[in-house]
């Protein structure tokens, strides 16, 4: 098997190029190496916690909804 010329190289560089980005938007959950959960499609950087942190998040979702309602006025908000 033969390596692929300059040009070949170039062109495939040029396709890859033009077909922009893969984020979809979509949230997307990993198992990191260290055995983290990581949820990718919220911002520029997953987010990774373990096992025991994202049960405890969650069961405080229903403070959190609250105190995000209530501090909504200081909050930066995406139009």
């Known amino acids: ?3 692929p010329s300059y ?3 170039k062109a495939k560089v040029a396709e890859l190029e ?3 980005p893969k ?3 979509a949230m ?3 198992v990191s190496e260290k055995g983290g959960v990581s949820v990718y499609g919220l911002g520029r950087f ?3 916690l373990y096992y025991e942190q994202w049960t405890r998040l969650l069961g405080a979702g229903e403070d959190l ?3 995000l309602e209530d501090n909504k006025s200081k909050l930066k908000l995406k139009e």
């Open 7 to 9: 040009e070949e190289l």
């Open 28 to 30: 997307e959950f990993r």
């Open 65 to 67: 909804k609250k105190f």
């Open 23 to 25: 984020r979809t938007g």
């Open 18 to 20: 033009k077909q922009g």
């Open 46 to 48: 997953p987010v990774t």
């Open 1 to 3: 098997m033969s390596e």
